[in-house]
C-alpha cells in the first residue's frame, strides 16, 4: 500500500513546521508496520502531549492523544484489555523521560507488549524551546539563555538499567535502518524502547548554531556510529546506534493469563 | 442464615458492588484508608478473568482505567486523600473523552498527608472542581454498606449512561465500619450496560456526534471503527479542533448532559420530614450522627428530621429547596469547615436559616456536636 492510505489525508496539512524530523519518523513507522503486513485494525497509537504526539491524528489507525507524559499508563490499560492488538507509544523526549519518566521505567520492569518510540529532539517545541532532559550539557535554550547547567539522560542507558527487553537507537538521517529497527521493535514480544534522534531546526537548531534541518541531519551521520564500530574506538564521543538489547523475558499479558488461570483453579 | 448475609467493612461492600455491577478492569495504588479495595480485587478479579493491576502511581492507575474503559471494559480505580489530588488532571481528560470510570475516594483527614486513618470529609469541594476548566460531574455518597452497595451499583450506571467518570465520595469511617451487608440477587438492581452504536463496520462512524437525545453511543477502541481519541477540544470526527461554534457546542454537550439530568441523578433518603420544623441535612458517615440525633430527639416529642443526601454533585437544589420550605431551621452536618452547606444556603428560601454542625479534629462528628447548635438556636445555650 502507498503511505497515503494509511494516513488520514482530511486532517492535513499537520502541524509541524518545515524541516522537523518527526514527518519522516512517521513515514518510517507506516513502513514498519506495511512490511509486518499488519492490518489497520490491528495498530494502536498511544501519545501523550508535545509535537510527537500529533502523529496520532494524522495515521489511520486506533489513535489515542492523551495527557503529558502518561502515553504508556494509558497504553497499559488499552493493552491489558486487549492484548491481541498492536500497542505503539510515539513520545516526545521531555515526555518520555521527563513527566513520563516513571511510566516509562515500570512498563520496561513489567517488558509488557508495547513499543514506546522517542522523537527525541533534543527540546520542548511545543511550547516554543524550552531545555528537555536530553539536552545537552552547555546548549542554549529559552528557558536555559545563559547555557544549560543540567546534564543530559543516556536514554538507551536508562532503558537497559530498567530492564527493557529491547532497547535501539537511530536517527532520522539512517532511515533504511530506521526502518528495520521500528520494524523489529513492534515484532519483539515485549516492551521496547526505540529512542528516534529526531532535528528541530525551529527551535533547538536556532538556538544551537545550526543553520538548517539539513545541518542537524548531517551533524547525526557525523556524530552517530553503528555499535561497536571502529570508528567508535578512535573517537569514544560517537553516539552509537543500533540495536543495544533484544532479548526474550516472560511478558506482562502472557503472565497475567497464568495468573487468571491461577485464580481459577483455586476455586 | 443465607450465605448471602455478610458482615463486612465498608471497603469490601464497595468490591462486592463493583463485581456486581460487572467491574471488568481495576487499576490502583496503595494508600490509606481505601487499600482493602485493591486488595480484594486482586483476589476476585481473576477469578472472573477480569484484569487487576497495581501500577506504579496514583496518576497511572487513573490513566489505565481510562485505556481500559474506551475498550469496552468497565473499570474502576480507588484512592484517598493525596491520592485524589494526583488523578484530577487524567479525571478531566475522562470528562472532556465522556469515558465511563468510576473513582472511589475514600476522604481521610486532610490537607497534605493530614490525618490517613481518620474520617473526613474534606473533599467535596475537590469533588466537583478538582480538575481544571469548566465541567460537570457525578458524585455519589453513602452511610452505611447496604445504601453503599445500591449507590456503587448506581455509580457504574450513570457512568456508562452519562459517559462521564462518576466520584463515589465514601469516607474512612464508612470503609472500615463492619456491618451486616445482604447482597442482592443478580437481577435485583439493575445493571445498565454502554450503548454501543449501530454503525456497521466499514461505514463511517462518528465518535462525537451526538444522537438527537444527546447521548453518543460508543465503538469499543481497537474494534471495528478506527477513530481518534483527544483531549484537546475536538470536532465529531474526534480531531483537534479550535473553531468557535464547535467548541461551544462540546463544552455545552458536556455540561448539560450531566447538570439537564439531575432529577434521574439525584438519590436522597427522607426521615420524619414531613412536619419537621427543624431539618438536619446529611451525607455519607455524618448522616449516622444526624440520624441518631432525630430519633432520639422524636423520642422526645421535638418536630425534627433529616434529608440524607446520596447525590453530591450535581447538587440536588431542588429537593433541599421544596424539603426545607416548612423548616424553620436547617442544619447540615458534615465533617468539613463548612463544604456542602453553601450549596444549602444557595438552594434554600432563607439562607439565614441554615446552621453548620461539624467535626474536624479527625474524631467521628458526635450527636453532642449536633445537639449543642440545636440548642444554642433554640436559645438554650451549649
Known sequence: MAVKDYIREKFFPHIWCPGCGHGTIMTSLIRAIEKLEKEKNDIVIVSGIGCSSRICGYLDFHTLHTIHGRALAFATGVKLSRPELTVIAPMGDGDAFAIGGNHLIHAARRNIDITAIIMNNNIYGMTGGQYSPSTGYGDFATTAPYSNIDHPFDFVKLAVGAGASFVARTTTYHVTSMIKIIEKAIAHHGFSVVEIMSQCPTYYGRKNKFASAVDMLKYYNDHTTPIGSKDKEKNPELIERGIFVDKEMPEYCDEYDKIIKMASQGE | ?382
Not at chain 2, 498527608?113 to 455518597?141: F, K, N, Y
Not at chain 2, 447482597?183 to 454502554?194: A, D, L, M, S, T
Not at chain 2, 455540561?255 to 414531613?274: A, L, M, N, P, W
Open chain 2, 1 to 382: 442464615m443465607k450465605d448471602n448475609v455478610v458482615f463486612v467493612q465498608g471497603n469490601e461492600a464497595f468490591v462486592e458492588a463493583a463485581l456486581y455491577a460487572g467491574l471488568d478492569f481495576f487499576a490502583g495504588y496503595p494508600i490509606t484508608p481505601s487499600t482493602e479495595i485493591a486488595e480484594l480485587l486482586a483476589l476476585r478479579l481473576p477469578k472472573k478473568e477480569g484484569v487487576f493491576i497495581q501500577m506504579e502511581d496514583e496518576i497511572s492507575s487513573m490513566c489505565a482505567i481510562i485505556g481500559a474503559s474506551l475498550t469496552g471494559k468497565k473499570v474502576m480505580t480507588a484512592t484517598s486523600g493525596p491520592g485524589f489530588s494526583l488523578k484530577q488532571e487524567a479525571i478531566g481528560f475522562a470528562v472532556m473523552t465522556e469515558t465511563p470510570s468510576v473513582i472511589i475516594n475514600v476522604q481521610r483527614g486532610g490537607p497534605s498527608t493530614g490525618l490517613p486513618t481518620s474520617g473526613s470529609q474534606g473533599d467535596v469541594m475537590q469533588a466537583r472542581w478538582g480538575t481544571h476548566g469548566e465541567h460537570a460531574i457525578i458524585t455519589m455518597t453513602a452511610s452505611n454498606n447496604q445504601d453503599a452497595f445500591a449507590i456503587t451499583v448506581d455509580a457504574f450506571n450513570l457512568s456508562e449512561t452519562f459517559r462521564t467518570p462518576v466520584i463515589l465520595l465514601f469516607d474512612e469511617i464508612v470503609a472500615h465500619t463492619r456491618e451486616r451487608l445482604i447482597i442482592p440477587e443478580p437481577g435485583e438492581i439493575k445493571v445498565i450496560e454502554r450503548l454501543k452504536t449501530s454503525v456497521k463496520e466499514g461505514t463511517d462512524y462518528h465518535p462525537n456526534l451526538p444522537r438527537e437525545d444527546g447521548r453518543l453511543p460508543m465503538s469499543d477502541f481497537g474494534g471495528v471503527h478506527r477513530y481518534n481519541v483527544t483531549g484537546l477540544a475536538h470536532d465529531m470526527w474526534g480531531f483537534p479542533t479550535t473553531d468557535s461554534t464547535t467548541v461551544y457546542n462540546l463544552m455545552h454537550h458536556l455540561v448539560d448532559k450531566i447538570q439537564g439530568h439531575s432529577k434521574e441523578i439525584t438519590r436522597t433518603k427522607e426521615y420524619y420530614i414531613d412536619d419537621a420544623e427543624c431539618l438536619l441535612i446529611s451525607y455519607g458517615s455524618s448522616a449516622r450522627t444526624a440520624l441518631h440525633v432525630v430519633e432520639d430527639r422524636r423520642l422526645r416529642g421535638e418536630k425534627i428530621g433529616l434529608l440524607e443526601l446520596q447525590t453530591l454533585w450535581p447538587f440536588p437544589a431542588e429537593v433541599v429547596k421544596k424539603k426545607s420550605v416548612n423548616a424553620r431551621c436547617v442544619i447540615v452536618v458534615e465533617m468539613n469547615m463548612g463544604q456542602i452547606v453553601h450549596e444549602v444556603k444557595k438552594a434554600v428560601d432563607d439562607p439565614e436559616k441554615v446552621f453548620l454542625a461539624n467535626q474536624i479534629n479527625g474524631s467521628f462528628i458526635q450527636p453532642t456536636d449536633v445537639l449543642n447548635i440545636i440548642r444554642i438556636i433554640q436559645g438554650k445555650g451549649a
